[in-house]
T-cell receptor, first 113, second 113 residues
């Protein structure tokens, strides 16, 4: 049973426009969420995180929104740049106080110049 | 500060053999987690070590084992390799307390023939 789902395997966006990557989860006990970016032949790179006590967190061009009632989070990238082209993974912390993460299957973002 | 390093980067083994992968975390990080990445499956959590103790475990068979040394370096062992074990194995380090962000190494690509 996939507890963290990224239903869009791929997304193409024009340079300068907004990229919105979505993630749904099923376990209401998740209380911390993270987004990672992965380039080919490299490990994932931490991007941004959000605690369940917040509904928004911003860091430069990246904003994560959390809708607990819908069990949905999204990553907004504004403006999108060609260097943002990568696979994006969302992850949820399985149990409070542990380091057991559940990852989604990833969304491949392609930013077109 | 040096990042997470993993050795070897690439490995080819035959069914039935065993393999040991190594991970050196970021200096000062006490937690090391291991993940298996296969196409379409995202990152599957294997286990997490903190101060030489296994603190969390995923749903993998006992053929997968690990350990952590006093300098926080970690090894992962897979015995009796199967074709389905072919994957990218990633390790991630973190402080292990108070901060949930993990930092990944580049991974070890294991191919079982």
């Amino acid at each position: 049973d996939q507890q963290v789902k990224q239903n869009s395997p791929s997304l193409s966006v024009q340079e300068g426009r907004i990229s919105i990557l979505n993630c749904d989860y099923t376990n209401s006990m998740f209380d911390y969420f993270l987004w990672y970016k992965k380039y080919p032949a490299e490990g994932p790179t931490f991007l941004i995180s959000i605690s369940s006590i917040k509904d928004k967190n911003e860091d430069g061009r990246f904003t994560v929104f959390l809708n607990k009632s819908a069990k949905h989070l999204s990553l907004h990238i504004v403006p999108s740049q060609p260097g943002d082209s990568a696979v994006y993974f969302c992850a949820a912390l399985s149990e409070q106080g542990t380091y057991k993460y559940i990852f989604g299957t990833g969304t491949r973002l392609k930013v077109l110049a | 500060k040096a990042g997470v390093t993993q050795t070897p980067r690439y490995l080819i083994k035959t069914r039935g053999q065993q393999v040991t992968l190594s991970c050196s975390p970021i200096s000062g990080h006490r937690s090391v987690s291991w993940y298996q990445q296969t196409p379409g499956q995202g990152l599957q959590f294997l286990f997490e070590y903190f101060s030489e103790t296994q603190r969390n475990k995923g749903n993998f068979p006992g053929r997968f084992s690990g350990r952590q040394f006093s300098n926080s370096r970690s090894e992962m062992n897979v015995s009796t390799l199967e074709l389905g074990d072919s994957a990218l194995y990633l390790c991630a380090s973190s402080l292990g307390t108070d901060a949930y962000e993990q930092y990944f190494g580049p991974g070890t690509r294991l191919t079982v023939t």
